[in-house]
């Protein structure tokens, strides 16, 4: 049976979701991003709910990347949930690492610590989504974005 | 080695080093590493560098791209040169202010105002 095409903006539809297995390929992230966002577009999200989003998912996957699979093989994936109605998003952003203890980054905004290259990636995702927390051994980041 | 392409459209106004990018998104490791070192030659290749850095064409930025443009400024602070950047979008701009870096970049609205900070 053919699904009925889905309305952009339309907050009568249900939630989308989806579980992604995301290896550290500029290809396979572009494609899970075209994944939330659409599902986003569907629900009566904004650019400015995009580009919130969009910002929080590559923070998050950079640092799974980068801190989480440090020490495991290139190829190892990193699991992304994602569920989208028409009153928020939320994001599941799961590695294989040891874990993260997010009180261990020092605040980036204090003025000792502005011309620090790195450890900007938590703040950002603060400051654009409504919840983010460290679960399990810290290695599962829940996110949640509300519409404005 | 492969000849990587420039992702960078580059442009002298008499003695200032105009620079652009050729991503709309700045988020990729790679690409980001290859921006920083493009700009660290070109820093590198004036006593006094005047570098004028637009994000006309750019959407998207991650905290990354932060990352390298701090190095780029200590680079040019360190050899007595001028970091000025300039059609910043708005969403974008949102991100230098959250992160503070506002404080650290002399941020103008157009390339034309930025040219005319210089000292």
Redesign the interface.
Known sequence: MAHPQPHRGDRSQGPESGTLLLRNS?TEIDRAYARVLDAMSRHGFQE?SA?AV??SL??AL?NAF?HGHKSLPPDEPVRLEFSVDGAGVHLVVEDKGPGFTPTTVPD??LEEN?????G??L??MR?YMARVEYEGRGNRLVMVYRKP | MAQVSSRLRVRKDNDVTQVEFVDRNI???ANIQQIREEIERLVEGAPRPKLLISFANVD?L???A???L??I??KVKSRDGQLRLANIDP?IYE?FK????D??FQIHESTDRAMASFA
Do not use: M, W
């Open positions: 500029r400015a580009f969009k910002l590559e923070e950079a980068a980036p905004t502005l011309e620090l290259p790195t900007r990636g703040l950002l400051a | 988020l990729d490791e998207h991650s905290s990354a932060l990352g390298a701090i190095t400024n200590n969403q991100v959250i992160t503070k870096l404080r650290i």
